[in-house]
């Protein structure tokens, strides 16, 4: 039986006046991310991959407990790498397996063609493959949003808050936007990660500033953002 460290996660949409102060009062005791820029933010571009059925997101709008997503990831605008994830969602558990791969295996899995990821020596590469085989991975989505991250390492607290979150059209070119269009206006989702538990003095931090509880994840929020725009389901071409 395989040992995973599963994380709490819980999300909450604030307002722009909301985050600016309880980010006020985050950033006067905890610190900003190492990786993150001299401004303290950073730019984060994920690609989601979902089965020609739409499993991933017609779990998630029925809503079972028990699920996983496929995704590419990456930070800023022209990387050397690029990170290929699974997360896994148990309630309000997740897990996350992440191998990092070359530009060139994920400009081919753009294309449909995932039989580079045989060549990584990584069990997650091989359960892609197979799961692409099998299911018909296709990619579905880009999600775009700015991101700047404050955290607790005695507790593995991370906080974190996400502006200008978009939704893009899915293009052989993964590197330049396709398509862009607004999701949350000028609102800003709060999420805060931690183990086992969270810090009475940070509980009561982030309570201090009380937004709405979400529990739409950033792939189905944008996905319905597009199949707004369109009238359908957009994604799923190779």
Same mark, same amino acid.
């Given at each position: 039986?395989?040992?995973? =460290? %599963? /994380?709490?996660?819980?999300?909450?949409?604030? +307002?722009? *006046?909301?985050?600016?102060?309880? #980010?006020?009062?985050?950033?006067?005791?905890?610190?900003?991310?190492?990786?993150?820029?001299?401004?303290? =933010? %950073? /730019?984060?571009?994920?690609?989601?991959?979902? +089965?020609? *059925?739409?499993?991933?997101?017609? #779990?998630?709008?029925?809503?079972?407990?028990?699920?996983?997503?496929?995704?590419?990831?990456?930070?800023?605008?022209?990387?050397?790498?690029?990170?290929?994830?699974?997360?896994?969602?148990?309630?309000?558990?997740?897990?996350?397996?992440?191998?990092?791969?070359?530009?060139?295996?994920?400009?081919?899995?753009?294309?449909?063609?995932?039989?580079?990821?045989?060549?990584?020596?990584?069990?997650?590469?091989?359960?892609?493959?197979?799961?692409?085989?099998?299911?018909?991975?296709?990619?579905?989505?880009?999600?775009?949003?700015?991101?700047?991250?404050?955290?607790?390492?005695?507790?593995?607290?991370?906080?974190?808050?996400?502006?200008?979150?978009?939704?893009?059209?899915?293009?052989?070119?993964?590197?330049?936007?396709?398509?862009?269009?607004?999701?949350?206006?000028?609102?800003?989702?709060?999420?805060?990660?931690?183990?086992?538990?969270?810090?009475?003095?940070?509980?009561?931090?982030?309570?201090?500033?009380?937004?709405?509880?979400?529990?739409?994840?950033?792939?189905?929020?944008?996905?319905?953002?597009?199949?707004?725009?369109?009238?359908?389901?957009?994604?799923?071409?190779?």
């Amino acid at each position: 039986m395989t040992n995973k =460290t %599963y /994380r709490q996660e819980r999300k909450s949409l604030l +307002t722009k *006046a909301k985050a600016v102060l309880l #980010e006020q009062r985050i950033a006067a005791v905890l610190p900003l991310d190492d990786h993150a820029s001299q401004d303290g =933010t %950073y /730019r984060i571009r994920s690609i989601y991959f979902d +089965t020609v *059925a739409n499993s991933a997101y017609q #779990e998630k709008n029925m809503g079972i407990s028990d699920r996983e997503k496929i995704r590419l990831r990456f930070y800023g605008v022209n990387p050397s790498t690029v990170k290929l994830e699974k997360k896994e969602k148990r309630e309000n558990l997740i897990h996350k397996e992440v191998i990092l791969i070359n530009r060139e295996t994920a400009e081919a899995m753009m294309k449909g063609d995932f039989t580079m990821l045989l060549y990584y020596d990584a069990p997650l590469a091989k359960e892609v493959y197979a799961k692409a085989m099998a299911t018909g991975l296709v990619p579905v989505v880009v999600v775009d949003y700015l991101r700047k991250a404050y955290v607790y390492p005695t507790a593995s607290v991370r906080i974190t808050f996400d502006y200008e979150l978009s939704a893009e059209i899915t293009s052989e070119n993964m590197w330049t936007p396709n398509e862009c269009y607004d999701v949350i206006g000028n609102n800003v989702i709060l999420e805060v990660k931690f183990n086992k538990y969270l810090p009475t003095h940070i509980k009561e931090l982030v309570s201090s500033v009380p937004g709405a509880k979400i529990a739409l994840s950033k792939y189905v929020m944008c996905r319905d953002s597009l199949r707004e725009k369109h009238g359908y389901l957009v994604g799923g071409k190779v």
